[in-house]
């Protein structure tokens, strides 16, 4: 016993010295391929990781510039983080955004009222259309065992054609026009006091009010899912479903509030972005914000506050990728750089995970 006990402190550093070199390993491989894609296309990873810099970390309004590109990127992690505890995999974010922007622009032109109410209820209408949005896998999961992926996958396309179609009618959300104007494939502006805030001035550091709104949900809902019945009860439901039902728990009713959830904030993050900075309502308004607000919750390994550095870290991507463009380097460099760190952030995880799961087969094997 007492062998035992003096050997595991030791096994435990060289299992965290072991996954410390492999993110090494990792990253140093990710960074050397990067670099000669760079160098390969003309240009000088020098001056791209210079300019990356530049756009997002080098004075206060890059820096607010990398904030708010990734506070919708944290909220939509945060419900892919409740929906993996509940082990249901949603991949449909990116289209939960677009109907929730395509909601929240609805609301808040066409409702009348004081503006900071009709603000108000434009981030309520974004969240509900997120959720109705999800609703509709979770109801085919849980009515006719359609699987989640597969459906909140195929939702996204469903969602892109309705944003064309409402952009592009005049009684729905169509561009007003006079005289004969040519109307663009976009909604008008929002009024100004249904507009976020901003805290600060250009060109100094300054953010938009949601940021503010993101860390609180994100502090909320870490406090939930660790010492909350619910959030126990969405663990167990995730570890074991069979022990969850054998214990009362109704997975249906859990599962897809979960899912609900999870569209909910995905639908609130593109109300904040038309309320926060678009203004008005586009079908590129979702921007990819889905798609890495999941991998954000995938890198964070569905931590709610580990994924705060890690949307900042694609927000600053981001933020970056933009002032890399304008400089004249294509925008693909940045895509290409971006997918080649979120795997070597992600290999480490996904390489124990296959060890962890080879392990017992082995064992019978050997048996």
């Known amino acids: 016993m007492t062998s035992l006990a003096t050997r595991l402190p030791a096994m435990f550093r060289l299992s965290s010295l072991g996954t410390l070199l492999l993110y090494v390993a990792s990253f140093a491989v990710a960074l050397t391929l990067a670099t000669t894609l760079v160098t390969l296309s003309g240009h000088s990873m020098s001056d791209t990781v210079l300019a990356l810099y530049q756009g997002s970390l080098e004075g206060g309004a890059s820096i607010g510039l990398t904030i708010d590109q990734a506070a919708p990127l944290l909220m939509v992690a945060i419900g892919a983080i409740i929906c993996a505890r509940a082990g249901i995999f949603n991949i ?3 289209g939960q955004v677009l109907i929730g922007g395509m909601t929240g622009a609805a609301v808040g032109l066409f409702l009348p009222g004081p503006g ?47 944003a064309f179609f409402a952009v592009n ?43 503010f709104i993101v860390l609180g949900f994100t502090l909320a809902v870490t406090l939930l899912l660790r010492y909350s019945r619910w959030g126990f009860r969405l663990r167990m439901l995730g570890h074991n479903p069979i022990a969850a039902r054998r214990n009362g728990v109704r997975a249906g009713a859990l599962g897809g509030g979960a899912l609900l959830l999870s569209g909910g904030f995905a639908g609130l993050a593109g109300g904040m972005m038309l309320t926060g900075s678009v203004f008005r309502f586009q079908p590129g308004l979702a921007d990819n914000v889905g798609w890495e607000g999941l991998l954000v919750a995938l890198v964070a390994r569905n931590h709610p506050l580990l994924a705060i550095p890690v949307a900042v870290f694609f927000g600053a991507l981001r933020a970056g990728g933009g002032f890399l463009a304008s400089t004249g380097v294509p925008r693909y460099l940045v895509s290409i750089v971006t997918a080649l760190l979120v795997l070597a952030a992600v290999f480490p995880a996904a390489y124990a995970e296959i060890r962890r799961r080879r392990r017992p087969a082995t064992a019978v094997a050997g048996g």
């Not at 309520?124 to 259309?129: F, K, N, P, Q, S």
């Not at 006719?144 to 969602?159: E, G």
């Not at 976009?186 to 550091?205: H, K, N, T, W």
Request: avoid cysteine; charge should be negative.
């Open 169 to 211: 009618r005049d009684y729905l959300l169509q561009e007003s026009g006079t005289g004969g104007t040519v109307l663009s494939s976009q909604s008008d502006l929002i009024p100004e006091a249904v507009q976020l805030p901003r805290l600060g001035e250009y060109p100094d550091l300054n953010v938009s009010l949601y940021v």
């Open 116 to 162: 900071w109410l009709v603000l108000l209820l434009t981030l309520v209408g974004a969240a509900l259309g997120g959720a109705l949005w999800a609703g509709v896998p979770a109801a085919l999961f849980y009515w006719r065992k359609v699987d989640v992926v597969i459906s909140t996958l195929l939702m996204v396309f469903v969602a892109t054609q309705l």
């Open 92 to 94: 449909g974010q990116e």
